[in-house]
């Protein structure tokens, strides 16, 4: 199958791409890793009539700032995370959430960057509008949504996958975005914008630059986990990710952050079981029955073949086993 | 090469440099021309191959400066002065490598489509760490999927390879 026909232009900095993205219009898009933009252009879901590589750009190692926190260049390669001593030590979930993304090839080629700005995924969209069996889609332009027919005119229950989007908001990360005006820093949270049609809140001539993750308080645990059917090359049924913070003295959780990814057209924060978990102490009771009231809160779509029901038992047993393990490295330290 | 149609109306064409196999060539491509294609219809090399086009069976993995990456997924505009090793060149003087001999003497290979992508992720596998346990090796060959050999075999031919006491299998 030969890519429809596109030109192409190659930024030399990130003002470069922005400057261009902004001189080519609604036609250009950059390409950093390529593994999401590229098998979406061969489906044809987006059309970038100039792709505008990153390329020629290389990204800086991870550098710790003044403040304690950890910035990381967007254009890291994922692969490349877990080799930096910086990394694996003081964000270990963020190196095993990198380490879970796709397989070998992909983390090799995708970014950091683009794993956070991947665009959302339903199997119905995801195919080439040759194969598919009915009209195009909402988000292709179309009248219908195959695989929620009941669906609004203009919704689409496409579902976010990435791997290291829950991570990085259970770690309170920020991301350094680039535009006309400057560099803006604001929380990987406010990046979603909730609705699968376009499910990136940047504008259209701003990059992602940089992820920025504050230095660990004491006491605190991290827990990932990928549910997935396969070990490996595969989209998560639901991505897991906690940050746990016990209080010095009497070991009840001071703040909790639990984040779902792969169950929405975003990550979701469960607020209200951060909220039951928040002052209590993380022993086994209490912590299976804040997972089983945010397997309820959660209100996953079904995708993948899952439905609504598996992923919120898969959630309230990952959930609990998660914190479980967050708990226990949290008093650890 | 491409067919004539394909040719027509087309983005303005680049010239690109690529290292293929320790053999500098220059390229004229089009944009939306993918590594694997370059490699298969102009090059020639067709060692390389071109599978789901999707990221996901690893057929078209080729090592760009080292690194395993997915020809399918590249494009070839993008790797102007990039060192791309195939399959093709891991034989060295007429001799194939250590792995390639694995695959044999393990009976790794069944219908072959799959080994070109596996002999390159294996092969940079062992550049980096000569003895691989299992879970790094199925790690490493996460991004290639083999649907006739149940992956065993293959397994057996890195531990081979590798020199970790896994003997050719003798009929």
């Known amino acids: ?333 | 090469m491409l067919k004539r149609a394909e040719r027509r109306k087309s983005a303005p064409r680049r010239i690109v440099e690529l290292c293929v196999n320790g053999v500098w060539r220059y390229v004229t491509v089009e944009p939306r021309n993918a590594l694997v294609d370059v490699i298969r219809e102009v090059i020639g090399l067709t060692g390389t191959k071109d599978g789901c086009e999707q990221g996901t069976c690893g057929a078209c993995t080729v090592l760009i400066d080292g690194r395993p990456m997915l020809s399918c997924l590249t494009l070839a505009v993008d790797c102007d002065g990039k060192d791309i090793r195939t399959v093709e060149g891991l034989a060295e003087g007429g001799k194939i490598s250590a792995i390639q001999q694995a695959f044999l003497d393990q009976g790794a290979i069944q219908c072959g489509f799959c080994t070109p992508g596996m002999l390159m992720s294996i092969t940079s596998l062992l550049e980096e760490n000569p003895k691989p346990t299992v879970p790094e090796i199925k790690k490493a060959l996460e991004g290639n999927l083999c649907r006739c050999t149940g992956y065993n075999a293959i397994v057996e031919a890195v531990l081979q390879a590798s020199d970790q006491g896994v003997l050719p299998v003798t009929r």
Not at chain 1, 216 to 222: H, I, M
Request: aromatic letters at 6%.
């Open chain 1, 1 to 333: 199958m030969i890519l429809y026909d596109f030109d192409y232009e190659r930024a030399a900095s990130f003002e470069d791409a922005s400057e261009k993205l902004r001189g080519l219009g609604a036609g250009a898009r950059v390409a950093a890793g390529g593994t999401d933009l590229l098998p979406n252009m061969r489906t044809e879901i987006v059309r970038p009539a100039t792709p505008i590589s990153l390329a020629a750009l290389s990204p800086e190692p991870p550098s710790l700032l003044p403040d304690g926190s950890i910035r990381i260049d967007a254009l890291t390669r994922l692969a490349a995370l877990e080799n930096f001593a910086l990394v694996r030590t003081a964000l270990p979930m963020l190196a095993k959430a990198a380490a879970s993304v796709a397989g070998n090839q992909i983390r090799q080629m995708g970014t950091l960057g683009g794993n956070l700005c991947q665009e959302t995924r339903c199997l119905y969209l995801n195919q080439k509008h040759d194969y598919q069996f009915k009209a195009p889609c909402y988000k292709r332009g179309g009248d219908l949504c195959y695989p929620f027919p009941t669906n609004a005119r203009g919704t689409c229950w496409s579902v976010h996958m990435s791997d290291t989007a829950p991570a990085l908001i259970s770690l309170d990360a920020q991301v350094e975005v680039h535009g006309e005006a400057g560099i803006r820093r604001m929380n990987v949270e406010s990046l979603y914008t909730g609705d699968g049609m376009s499910p990136i809140q940047l504008a259209h001539d701003e990059l992602l630059t940089a992820v920025v993750i504050p230095r660990a308080p004491a006491r605190s645990g991290w827990g990932y986990c990928k549910s997935a059917r396969r070990g490996g090359l595969e989209f998560g049924i639901a991505v897991i990710a906690v940050s746990l913070r016990l209080d010095e003295t009497s070991g009840v959780c001071r703040s909790a952050r639990i984040v779902i990814g792969a169950v929405r057209e975003r990550p979701v924060r469960l607020v209200a079981a951060e909220e039951a978990l928040t002052g209590r102490a993380p022993d086994e009771a209490t912590l299976a029955e804040v997972a089983t009231a945010a397997a309820k809160e959660l209100n996953p779509l079904p995708h993948h073949g899952f439905t609504k029901s598996y992923i919120r038992d898969d959630v309230r047993i990952k959930l609990r086993r998660t914190l479980e393990s967050a708990a226990h490295k949290a008093r650890g330290r």
